[in-house]
């Protein structure tokens, strides 16, 4: 077992690696450079940007540059932002805890609610029940996000009135958990519309191709009942593949909640990036695209893990 | 005189067995272990042997195909075991496959027309009208309709689609041609009629064929020559005849044991071998055959047994037989 | 009749017994035509402004049939001409996700070995950026025009198919009729494109279906974010931008756009699903 594990994560390196030099070379090929906020603004002298940029270090050929950001994000140092000068790191960090409260509580309910649905779905296969949670997922993989985040800040908040619109507190307001809660309804019911509906339909054909295997016959031969059935022999060979798509499912996890913080103004690291992207803030982009794929790479690596504590022929492969 | 169109010397094809993790090499596998084959213009030559006995793996690597890992193979009098593939292309011409399964040996999206006429595209011999008459000769000489060039394979038996491959290996008039079981996946009933078209085609267009085949039936009619094959290795090699009525190997008789007799009265003595299945990846020391041989000598064990010749052109690699 | 025309018939007769997915059939085919005459049915000029009609309710006004919108414009002429722009990128878009996705899909699958390795590791490396994140970042360097944008799309959704591409081709790869072509001396150019592609043309017709919904959904994304098709020309999702202002007095403004995004991605992934269905029932995920 640790020798799969210690083999999965040689793997990862090359992968943070490559990560690294995509994101390094996306900075640079920027038109005007990373420093186009000041490149592209007429009233800064050329002296002016020489001047700043043997401040940032830009003055040196391309490798050391690359090789000095690198050990700078091994060290902690990302940078300063462009105005104001605060660490890079901070910022993101600050920015962290609300972000991944989002997603941790819109991936469980897309879980909980998804798998339910399409293990629903597959013990009654062709019912009313499937068709239309079949159709439904379809259609919920069709709403645009952000669109569906303004219906329902339109219909809760504006008509009804029944949830604040917005932000993760209400001014003034210290922070009561119940406030807390409030605001987090809205934004974690449309991040997770779309991991639901995806979930639904890959549990259900998950669930489906188990259910059909000849162990699950054996075992209804045994005399098991439907719920151990499903408990000991279903349930962990179907997991498999389900927490396969989890790794798989990350990347689409951030960039939704990318849009629905700038929809309800929620202050994690997706408005961050969307503020630093108007503001041309590099250092703040790079970093943030960083973190990100870091904890994709750390959350394939997790599921790897877990599929691999799950499956012993994996370990063995 | 017959000139001779092949020459094989001490071929060998060893594939390797890396390990997963660093790529380092822990063994081969020798599907191929030392072959010597000769071919004049004109010979069928049979080759026959159990699965993993490296026969279809010794076509392919004449074909180069699979490329040799030693030995040589001269063609023409031409040396091509070292030829890299862009100057093999205008020799391919002159040597050329059949395949065993006529269900993945035809691209399922092409029609039988298109199929055919890729060799003429290939080497730029013909296009456009020309080349749909070629088309329809290659078909006529295999016996198929001309409206075949617009049906695809999967509307065509077995056997009929086994014809579109024959047509295809003949489309370039090559003067080698390399059945890699020709026969071996199509209903029995099925199997004299290509055979028969082989026998037809071979004495019409002057063709020289190594016809390799697990079943020595499927062999006996048609070969002059026979070669059988152990674990990668030529263990006896003769005239027609002389194989079947004069066999020396151990192995070779209890091939012959097997084959079902038209004469449900005449049998052979039934030489049953012992032992399973040797792995070309770990084969037994000395000769190959020596766990399974029920006339084994304590020098089987040691020494790796050469062909040795005996009268009329009969080779035999048996220590029964070295001097 | 021969056997070919007994299979298409087969699959014809399979599709239509999806009913989803000709309905998806329809709605492109309807989206695609509106799109496409766009010019000739629209009322009014979607870029003139007058500021004496805004803010029309639908149905209110003649011609204004859908309303008008902040700046006086009409909505359904809007509608009409985003359409235009949001399936041509889609298109495009998708056109780029499949070349690029087949060509390194067929490299990795034929070739194999340190091509395939690298290759692979290529794509697992863009693999673990957001696409969101990454559009968005090269969205703020281009400059924002309808073939930039549906580039750069493209260039964030080949990996998907460059991975379905491949493991069709390490299968089809050992097929004999593959050995043959070689034995022919076929260069590899010519058995990737003439023998290989050929036999990958069904999933790759699907994955470009499914492609479009998906690009026609990004593109909604950024130009909402206002770093796609930049106002006054009419894209829905930039329709959709300052809609959330508008809110207490003009909600249909915010929701006629979306209405139409919905519908065009369903309509795609309705029919690629219901293509799936009828080219491979072994990919049957739905009843």
């Known amino acids: 077992m640790l020798t799969y594990i210690g083999r999965r994560i040689l793997q990862a390196i090359p992968l943070l690696i490559g990560v690294s030099i995509i994101g390094f070379g996306l900075m640079h090929l920027a038109p005007g450079g990373p420093l186009a906020v000041y490149t592209l603004n007429p009233t800064i002298t050329n002296q002016d940007i020489e001047r700043i940029r043997v401040v940032f270090g830009l003055d040196q050929p391309v490798y050391i540059q690359y090789l000095k950001w690198a050990a700078g994000m091994f060290t902690g140092n990302w940078g300063f932002t462009f105005f104001g000068g605060r660490p890079v790191l901070d910022l993101i960090v600050e920015r962290m805890p609300a972000t991944f409260l989002l997603m941790g509580s819109a991936l469980s309910l897309a879980i909980v609610l998804g798998v339910t649905v399409g293990l629903l779905g597959a013990v009654r296969r062709y019912s009313v029940f499937d068709y239309l949670a079949s159709t439904g997922a379809m259609v919920a993989l069709s709403f645009p996000t952000f669109w569906f985040g303004l219906m329902a800040i ?16 209400e001014l003034g307001e210290k922070g009561s958990p119940l406030d807390l809660l409030r605001h987090l309804v809205l934004p974690v019911m449309v991040l997770s519309l779309v991991i639901t509906a995806g979930w ?41 593949p389900l927490i396969a798509l989890l790794g798989v499912e990350l990347p689409v996890l951030f960039s939704g909640a990318l849009v629905t913080e700038t929809i309800f103004g929620w202050p994690g690291m997706g408005r961050l990036f969307v503020d630093a992207l108007n503001m041309r803030e590099y250092p703040i982009l790079m970093g943030i695209v960083m973190v990100t794929a870091f904890f994709v790479i750390a959350g394939n690596l997790l599921a790897d893990i877990a599929i691999a504590l799950i499956d012993p022929r994996v370990r063995l492969a | ?28 596998v020798r599907a191929v272990d030392g072959v010597d084959l000769s071919l ?101 000489l295999v016996g198929l309709p001309a409206e075949a060039a617009q049906r695809y394979p999967h509307e065509f038996s077995g056997g ?17 041609i390399i059945g890699d079981e020709p026969v071996s996946a199509l209903d029995v009933s099925i199997q004299a009629q290509i055979m028969n078209l082989l026998m037809r085609l071979q004495r019409e267009l002057g063709l020289t064929y190594i016809l390799i085949s697990h079943n020595l039936g499927v062999v006996s009619h048609v070969c002059n020559r026979v070669a059988v094959m152990y674990l990668g290795r030529i263990v006896e090699t003769a005239p027609r005849e002389a194989l079947f009525f004069d066999p020396k190997h151990p ?7 097997a084959v079902p007799s038209a004469e449900p009265g005449s049998h052979r003595g039934r030489a049953v071998l012992g032992g399973d299945a040797p792995s070309p990846a770990n084969p037994p020391r ?38 | 009749m021969s056997a070919a025309v007994l299979q298409r018939a087969g699959v014809a007769r399979r599709f239509s017994r999806h009913r989803l997915a000709l309905f998806g059939g329809a709605t492109v085919v309807l989206l695609c035509l509106s799109a496409f005459v766009a010019p000739a049915i629209a009322p009014r000029d979607p870029l003139l402004l007058d500021t004496s009609v805004r803010f029309l309710a639908p149905f209110a006004r003649w011609p204004f049939i859908l309303g008008t919108d902040e700046l006086g414009r009409d909505t359904l002429s809007r509608l009409l001409y985003g359409g235009r722009i949001s399936l041509t990128v889609g298109l495009v878009a998708m056109a780029t996700t499949i070349v690029t996705g087949s060509l390194i899909g067929l490299c990795a699958g034929y070739f194999g070995g340190w091509t395939d390795t690298l290759l692979m590791r290529f794509i697992d490396t863009m693999l673990c950026f957001p696409q969101v994140f990454l559009l ?107 809609a959330q202002d508008y809110f207490d007095t003009v909600p249909w403004l915010a929701i006629l756009p979306g209405v139409m995004i919905t519908l065009t991605v369903m309509g795609f992934n309705f029919l690629g699903d219901g293509l799936r269905d009828a080219l491979d029932p072994r990919l049957r995920m739905e009843p």
């Open chain 2, 160 to 176: 009929q689609r086994q014809r579109v491959g024959i047509a295809r290996a003949l489309a370039l008039r090559p003067r080698l």
């Open chain 1, 154 to 169: 339109y219909f809760f908040a504006v008509h009804l009135r029944w949830l604040p619109s917005g932000g993760m507190f």
């Open chain 2, 286 to 323: 000395g000769c190959a055959f020596h766990p399974r041989c029920p006339r084994a000598m304590p020098r089987c064990a040691e020494e790796a047994p050469t062909l040795t010749n005996l009268t009329g052109g009969h080779q035999v690699a048996c220590h029964l037989y070295t001097a």
């Open chain 2, 1 to 28: 005189m017959h000139e001779r169109l092949l020459d094989v010397r001490g071929l060998r094809t060893h594939f390797p067995i890396v390990s997963k993790i660093l790529r380092r090499r822990i063994g081969s």
């Open chain 1, 200 to 240: 639904s339909r890959y549990a259900r054909s998950s669930f489906l191709e188990v259910m059909h295997q000849d162990y699950m016959r054996t075992a209804k031969a045994k005399g098991l009942r439907a719920g151990q059935r499903l408990l000991r022999h279903a349930a962990p060979n179907a997991a498999k």
């Open chain 3, 136 to 242: 968005l970042v090269v969205a703020a360097f281009v400059p924002p025009t309808l073939i930039s944008i549906s580039l750069i799309i493209g260039l964030t959704s080949w990996m998907t198919v460059a991975r379905i591409v491949r493991t069709e081709i390490l299968h089809l790869r050992e097929q004999d009729f593959v050995q043959a072509a070689r034995a022919l001396g076929a260069s590899s150019g010519r058995i990737m494109f003439h023998e290989l592609l050929p036999n990958i043309a069904a999933p790759l017709l699907v994955a470009a279906t499914l492609n479009v919904a998906a690009a026609v959904l990004m593109e909604s994304y950024i130009s909402y974010l206002g770093y796609g098709m930049q106002p006054p020309l009419a894209s829905w999702g930039n329709m959709l931008t300052n």
């Open chain 2, 40 to 140: 004049g213009a004109g010979d069928v030559l049979g080759v026959v042997g159990e699965s993993g006995s490296g026969k279809t793996t010794t076509g392919k690597t004449i074909l180069k195909l699979i490329e040799p890992t030693e030995g040589s193979i001269v063609f023409e009098g031409r040396d091509i075991t070292r030829l890299p593939a862009r100057e093999m292309i205008p020799l391919r011409r002159r040597m050329q496959i059949i395949f065993q399964d006529p269900m993945s040996s035809l691209n399922p999206r092409m029609t039988v027309g298109r199929i055919l006429a890729a060799p003429f595209e290939i080497h730029g011999i013909a296009r456009g009208s020309k080349c749909r008459d070629r088309v329809a000769e290659l078909l006529r």
């Open chain 2, 251 to 257: 192995y070779t008789e209890a091939l012959l044991a």
